[in-house]
T-cell receptor
Framework: KNQVEQSPQSLIILEGKNCTLQ??????????LRWYKQDTGRGPVSLTI?????NTKSNGRYTATLDADTKQSSLHITASQLSDSASYIC???????????????FGKGTKLSVKP | EADIYQTPRYLVIGTGKKITLECSQT?????MYWYQQDPGMELHLIHY???????EKGDLSSESTVSRIRTEHFPLTLESARPSHTSQYLC????????????FGNGTRLTVT
C-alpha cells in the first residue's frame, strides 16, 4: 500500500534553533517528493521538489534531502524564525498515471511551533 | 502567492441545506482539484478536473458534485449537508504534468449543525 509517514507529529523549538523533519514513504513507482508549508488558516505552499536523481535541494533556510534507496526524505530548517511555525506536509508522487493527479500521496504533516 | 480564491472562508449551516463552495483561479490552469482536510490528517482528494467539461471523482467517497463550465471556475456543491461534512475544504490548481506544484486556495471551513 502506498503510504507516506511523517515524524514527529509535532515539534516545539526555540527561535534561532535548527530542526529536522522526517518523511518515510513506500510509494512505488516513485516520481518525485515535494514539501509544502501550511500556515494556520491558509492553504499549503510548495517549498521544494525532489526527484529521483536529487539528493539535496535548498530554498533559503530550508534544505530538503532525499535518499531514494531507503525511501526517506528530510526537511532541515536552519536558524528558525517565528514565521516558521506551521505544518509541513510531505507529498510523494507515484507518477502521472493516465493524466490524473499523478497519484499524489499525502503525509499527515508535522506541526512545528517556534517559540521566542 | 498563487491567484486562487475560495469563498466563503467560513460557513456554518444547518443539516439538510444545499451549499456551494466557490473556487476560482486566474492562472489559466487546466487541472483543478478539491481536497478535504481534517485536523492532523492527510488531505483527501474529493474531485478533480483536467479542463472544461471534465470532472472525475477522487479517492474519498463524497456526496458532493462539481462542475467545470469555465477554465477558471470549479465550484463544489453539497445537495444536502450533514454533520459528517464538517471539515476544511481546499481547492487547488496545477499548470501541467505531475512535476508542477499544486497551488492551493486558503480553504473553506464548513460546519454543519
Amino acid at each position: 500500500k502506498n503510504q507516506v509517514e511523517q515524524s514527529p507529529q509535532s515539534l516545539i523549538i526555540l527561535e534561532g534553533k535548527n530542526c529536522t523533519l522526517q518523511c518515510n514513504y513506500t510509494v512505488s513507482p516513485f516520481s518525485n517528493l515535494r514539501w509544502y508549508k501550511q500556515d494556520t488558516g491558509r492553504g499549503p505552499v510548495s517549498l521544494t521538489i525532489m526527484t529521483f536523481s536529487e539528493n539535496t535541494k535548498s530554498n533559503g533556510r530550508y534544505t530538503a534531502t532525499l535518499d531514494a534507496d531507503t525511501k526517506q526524505s528530510s526537511l532541515h530548517i536552519t536558524a528558525s524564525q517565528l514565521s516558521d511555525s506551521a505544518s509541513y506536509i510531505c507529498v510523494v508522487s507515484g507518477g502521472d498515471y493516465g493524466g490524473s493527479q499523478g497519484n499524489l500521496i499525502f503525509g499527515k504533516g508535522t506541526k512545528l511551533s517556534v517559540k521566542p | 502567492e498563487a491567484d486562487i480564491y475560495q469563498t466563503p472562508r467560513y460557513l456554518v449551516i444547518g443539516t439538510g441545506k444545499k451549499i456551494t463552495l466557490e473556487c476560482s483561479q486566474t492562472m489559466g490552469h487546466d487541472k483543478m482539484y478539491w481536497y478535504q482536510q481534517d485536523p492532523g490528517m492527510e488531505l483527501h482528494l474529493i474531485h478533480y478536473s483536467y479542463g472544461v467539461n471534465s470532472t472525475e471523482k477522487g479517492d474519498l467517497s463524497s456526496e458532493s458534485t462539481v462542475s467545470r463550465i469555465r477554465t477558471e471556475h470549479f465550484p463544489l456543491t453539497l445537495e444536502s449537508a450533514r454533520p459528517s461534512h464538517t471539515s476544511q475544504y481546499l481547492c487547488a490548481s496545477r499548470a501541467g504534468p505531475f512535476r508542477s506544484p499544486l497551488h492551493f486556495g486558503n480553504g473553506t471551513r464548513l460546519t454543519v449543525t
